[in-house]
Structures are given as structure tokens and as C-alpha cells.
């Protein structure tokens, strides 16, 4: 335990999302703000500002008297996080084919994650694969310079990967790189309409490829370490 409090409940939001993203945090599990308090140092109310944004967010849900748990995502939320994240990123990759129109987009760090992506699908790392995928759809919309798309985006991910982790189907020969791959070309193409297309079909893919007929088993159990 940390001798130091800390102040910053923005460290609270962020250390939810990095274990989702991770994996290391599952859908139904309940969250203790003594754990966090002890845990990573921080106050009492520091961890119930960070909650409460997360409950905002939809990460975390509220319920009297149960405190706060990770969210389970049902088959229909599942399908509208990805109805919201196709209306968000539709707007990202207009304004990055517009900045390729006009020179202004650089892309090596995105060519840089589908090539990491492509090595670890190889080596079947599929933890860090999923974390980079995410990373991939984040890096795209911070490549807008519009901090309110990125804000928009950002907790649709990890709900992505709850949702994920919930319906995955093991018999899906689904595979994100190679779709990623073919969405920076299109965008590079500098042509919107298949750049939208590739996006559509990419996030349409990530739905088809779960498994809404078995269901998981929610998870009620405390969580207390996040790495």
C-alpha cells in the first residue's frame, strides 16, 4: 500500500479499463472501494468519483445495497455498443480520409500496431492481440485531433471486450488484422466510400463472430488485484 493518497480519479477509470482490456477484469465481477483504497492508495472518495464515472460510462453498474460490479452486456447491448461505435468511427474515417486528401495524416504508427497485430496472431498471443486491436480503434480516432470523438469511443471498447469475453465463439475463424490491414489501405485510397464500407464490414464481422446461444456464467465473485 502506497504511503502517498492519490487525488486523481481519472487513475481510477483508467486502471478499470486497462484490466478489462487485459482481461484481468470479467463481466458481473463486483469492485470494493476499500480494495482500491488499500490496494493503490487513494482515498475513499477519489475511488467514488472514479466509480461513478464508470458508472456513467456503463463500464460498472450501480445497485443499492450491492455497490458496483462490472458490467454484463446482454446480446441487445452487445449489438448496440456496436451500432454506436459504427456511427463514431464511420465519423473518424471521414476526417482521416479527408487528412490523407490533403497530407496531413500520418499512419506509421497504425502500419506499426498491424504489424505487431499480425506477430502476435502468428505466435498466438491472443491477450496482448486483443489489447493491440483495441489500441488499433483507439489510435485511429486520436488521429482525428478531436479529443470529443476519442471521449465518445473510448468506454465503447472495453465494452466491446466484455461483450467479447461473454459470447466469444472458439469455433470463429475471425480475424481483426487482417481487416485492419484492409481499412488503412482503403483510407489511404484516399476513396470514403470504401473506407466506410471496410469499416462497416469489420464491425459488422466482430458481431457475427460471438456466440449469443451459450450463454457465460456471470461472475459475482470480488475482484482485489488488477495485475
Known sequence: MSTTIKQNPEEVVNLVFEA????????????????????????????????????????????????????????????QIYEARKAIENGVIMILVDKHQKNTLDLSDIDSLIINEQKL???????????????????LAELCDNKFIVDSLRPLIPLSTLAASVYSDPKSSFCSFSEHYDLVEAIKSNDLKKASESINIHLDHCVQSLNFNDKAIKNNSYSHIFS
Open 20 to 79: 478489462i482490456l487485459k482481461n484481468r477484469l470479467k463481466p458481473g465481477v463486483k469492485l470494493s472501494e476499500i480494495s482500491f483504497q488499500e490496494e493503490f492508495g487513494y482515498s475513499r472518495s477519489v475511488v467514488r468519483q472514479g466509480f461513478d464515472k464508470l458508472v456513467d460510462s456503463g463500464l460498472l453498474i450501480y445497485k443499492k445495497n450491492q455497490g458496483v460490479s462490472v458490467a454484463y452486456p446482454t446480446e441487445a447491448e452487445t449489438k
Open 121 to 139: 496472431h502468428h505466435n498466438l498471443e491472443h491477450e496482448e492481440l486483443t489489447r493491440m486491436s483495441c489500441d488499433f480503434h483507439l489510435t
